[in-house]
């Protein structure tokens, strides 16, 4: 299993930046799949931004070219930088991790405990 904590939410007012990080408890070197999810009040959980197979990028429309998603697997984090923040992306975030863990045939999934991020306009 991996423990994710997250940290670096906060309030901001439109046009503003955040940087949001995620620390893991085990390397993450061969964790392909890790990234953010955010879920606003009375909305379902949404991708926000993760890595995928071959490193590659995964962005949610809205969010593209204003987010910024980064690994660095030497500290285990996981960073989400955000720019040009907007009411709408008000919502919880959260860290996510996906992979096989030993011993096991199918794929599992872990999360953080969320980050508040509050943009006002």
């Known amino acids: 299993q991996v423990q994710l904590v997250e940290s670096g939410g906060g309030s901001v007012q439109a046009g503003g930046s955040l940087r949001l990080s995620c620390t893991a408890s085990?390397?993450?070197?061969?964790?392909?799949?890790m990234g953010w999810y955010r879920q606003a009040p009375g909305k379902q959980r949404e991708l926000v931004a993760t890595?995928?197979?071959?490193?590659?990028?995964n962005y949610a429309d809205s969010v593209e070219g204003r987010f910024t998603i980064s690994r660095d697997n030497a500290k285990s984090t996981v960073t989400l930088q955000m720019n040009n923040l907007k009411p709408e992306d008000t919502a919880v975030y959260y860290c996510n991790a996906k992979y096989i863990p030993p011993g096991a045939r199918s794929m599992s999934a872990y999360w953080g405990q969320g980050t508040q991020v509050t943009v006002s306009s």
């Open positions: 890595f995928i197979s071959g490193g590659r990028t």
């Open positions: 085990r390397s993450i070197f061969n964790i392909n799949y």
